[in-house]
Each structure stands twice: as structure tokens, then as C-alpha cells.
Nanobody, 117 residues
């Protein structure tokens, strides 16, 4: 049984940093994983994915870094230079495409990131 547990969200001022963690229980340590986010009133969107390579949404390139610790079966999202438009609920998923609309797997409970100006 696969389970996803996100943590690390919080409230920060613009320009600040946060590191999100996703414990991916039941997934292979090498499984392709991604971070996604959903802002109020908007559709869920892809932020970054990690497989054999990493891919980032244009809006976060140069500011966010996705990484993983296979020993802990955990995927991280380091977020620097945060902007108010990064405010959203962040989710991880076992999905290797920045477009989540075809994903039919498990979602975690998410972790809320709020960036104030």
C-alpha cells in the first residue's frame, strides 16, 4: 500500500525559504516522483519532478530544487526566493509529468505554503 506524507509548509515573507518533505511509503526508492501545488481557485499544477533527471515548471526554475534521499524514501523541495504567487497547498505524487490531469494515483494530505509580501 502506498502512502504519501507531506510536511514542511508554513508562513514566510517574500524572499524567504522553506524545505518541503514527502515521505513516500510503499514506493520504490527510484520511482519517479513529483511536487504539485494548488492555489485557491486555481487548478493543480506541476512544480517539479525527479526521475533520472529533474524537470521544473518555468515559474520556479532557478528558485526551487527537487531532490531525494533513497535511504529515507523521501523527496524534498527546497524553495528559495519565495514569492506571494507561490502561495498554495503543495502535494507530492508518484507521477513523472508536470501535467497532473491524467494522474489517477494517491495524493497525500498536502502541506500549506503561505508567502506574504
Amino acid at each position: 500500500q502506498v502512502r504519501l506524507g507531506e510536511s514542511g509548509g508554513g508562513s514566510v515573507q517574500a524572499g524567504g525559504s522553506l524545505r518541503l518533505s514527502c515521505n513516500a511509503s510503499g514506493y520504490s526508492y527510484s520511482a519517479c516522483m513529483g511536487w504539485f501545488r494548488q492555489a485557491p481557485g486555481k487548478e493543480r499544477e506541476g512544480v517539479a519532478v525527479i526521475g533520472r533527471t529533474t524537470v521544473y515548471a518555468d515559474s520556479v526554475k532557478g528558485r526551487f530544487t527537487i531532490s531525494r534521499d533513497p535511504a529515507k524514501n523521501t523527496v524534498y523541495l527546497q524553495m528559495n526566493s519565495l514569492k506571494p504567487e507561490d502561495t498554495a497547498m503543495y502535494y507530492c505524487a508518484g507521477w513523472c509529468n508536470l501535467s497532473p490531469e491524467w494522474y489517477r494515483g494517491v495524493w497525500g494530505q498536502g502541506t500549506l505554503v503561505t508567502v506574504s509580501s
